[in-house]
């Protein structure tokens, strides 16, 4: 086509273009979920076409066209994607692999490029550094939870941030990486490939209780705790280390700060993305260099390094070594060939982060629990949270619609002593939020039945 032929959003932007024209509208995102599925969670809640990945890619092509929709600010746009949640869905099941989720990412990065953002996104767009700034002081985050407490101010806090009334507010704590006795900088970790005795003679950082039940000789494992597991109260480090040690590794937990992002990301704010995607390369390319894996700790944290990256910095050469080299706590445990502890006789409901089953992969986890014994039930499509979607004015009633789809029957069905599985942070609030159960992770359901068989076998 000749180039005065095309729009202007076209020659701007030739690669988004491209990409929202690789719709060929087969229509598998208004089917049924398929088993172990995601996409179209929005679609199947509210059954309307827009909502559909098929239906947004259409008012893309709309606007990129410059035809009947116009500019990134159109209305039209802004409805289309206003229930996308980022689930990333798609980018697997489509057959031409339409990522909305990158393209919702560009659209909000490109229409509040010169204009004021919303509240949420100058809050929960940035909760990691507000986070740091929060938990650096002593004894300041039980001074927010306490301050929280109070309803007056719970309320005036939700409005501040742009978050739904109905929401019950997560609560601090302090970080938990550098309470960690296992905690090392990068530079230790590093230095120690060279200088150290093998790790595979090392076992002094196995947890008490399992450092004579197994080998450990499958060297370091470094572990990367996000933002979210680091600072905000609902996920157990200690579990992941009793896993990984009990599997034979030597963990070591990574003391420098790195934040991939992702907040900034899912608002669109993607200089700063790529920004904080840069530091934390600064950071794992020397470990990636080191041949020591690393793990991460929330799903779609641990996704930004295995695609979002790549995406948004694809001319540093470090990313793809980064991605390849990080890993699930699953995926981990079965290159160990590790033989988790019995489950038999438990009935799980297992929520895979919408990231996990797309992006990751959660065949490793299934296995592993499949081997232990346990009645599995994998719940398909998503919990409905989805990061800030879920907890933004506007959208708490459809969250509640794409959990009551999937998620909340399945528990249901289950019954009141069928265990409740979730990796990812945002899944373990809408468990909590909306049924009134606590979901475990992967590691804290394994480490809780190896202390119960540890505890059998102690005469």
């Known amino acids: 086509t000749h180039e005065s032929a095309l729009s202007p959003m076209t020659i701007s932007h030739p690669e988004f273009a491209a990409d929202v024209h690789r719709c060929t509208g087969v229509g598998k995102c208004i089917a049924p979920t398929a088993p172990g599925g995601v996409m179209c969670p929005s679609y199947q809640a509210s059954g309307l076409e827009v909502d559909s990945t098929r239906g947004r890619a259409s008012v893309l092509k709309e606007m990129v066209n410059d035809t009947l929709i116009n500019g990134w600010d159109s209305p039209e746009a802004e409805r289309a994607l206003d229930l996308c949640m980022a689930c990333k869905g798609c980018a697997r099941d489509c057959p031409t692999e339409i990522d909305m989720a990158s393209y919702r990412s560009t659209v909000l990065d490109e229409k509040y490029r010169h204009r004021p953002r919303p509240r949420s996104h100058l809050t929960m767009g940035l909760l990691p550094r507000w986070e740091r700034v929060l938990t650096r002081v002593p004894g300041v985050p039980s001074l927010a939870n306490a301050v929280l407490s109070v309803p007056v101010f719970a309320r005036l806090a939700r409005w501040t941030a742009g978050v739904d009334q109905r ?45 004579t ?10 572990i990367w705790v996000d933002s979210f597991s680091d600072m905000l109260e609902g996920s157990d480090l200690s579990a992941v280390v009793t896993v990984l040690a009990e599997a034979g590794y030597r963990p070591r937990v990574l003391a420098d700060d790195v934040c991939c992002g992702l907040t900034w990301i899912t608002t669109g704010q993607l200089d700063g993305a790529r920004r904080r995607l840069r530091a934390g390369l600064d950071v794992l390319a020397p470990l990636s260099d080191a041949s020591v894996p690393v793990v991460g700790l929330e799903p779609s944290c641990t996704t930004v390094w295995r695609d979002d990256a790549l995406r948004l910095l694809p001319d540093d050469p470090r990313v793809h070594r980064v991605a390849r080299n990080m890993h699930t706590v699953a995926e981990m445990l079965e290159a160990a060939q590790w033989t988790p502890p019995s489950l038999a006789g438990h009935t799980l409901v297992a929520q895979p982060h919408c990231h996990h089953a797309s992006i990751l992969g959660f065949s490793p986890d299934k296995r592993l629990l499949e081997a232990a014994g346990a009645t599995v039930t994998v719940v398909s499509g998503c919990c409905g949270y989805a990061g800030n979607f879920g907890v933004e004015k506007g959208h708490y009633d459809f969250s509640v619609k794409v959990a009551q789809h999937d998620l909340l029957p399945a528990i249901e069905e289950a019954g009141p002593q069928a265990i409740i599985l979730a990796d990812g942070f945002s899944c373990r609030r809408q468990v909590s939020d909306l049924a009134g159960r606590r979901a475990l992770t992967l590691s804290e359901l394994f480490a809780s039945h190896l202390v119960s068989a540890h505890r059998c076998l102690t005469p």
């Open 213 to 222: 039940r197994r080998n450990h000789d499958k060297g370091d494992v470094v």
């Open 167 to 211: 929401r019950p507010l997560p609560r601090f704590q302090a970080s938990a990486r550098l309470a960690s006795p296992q905690v090392a900088s990068v530079e230790e970790i590093v230095t120690d490939q060279d200088a150290s005795p093998s790790s595979a003679t090392r076992t002094d950082s196995a947890p008490p209780g399992f450092r």
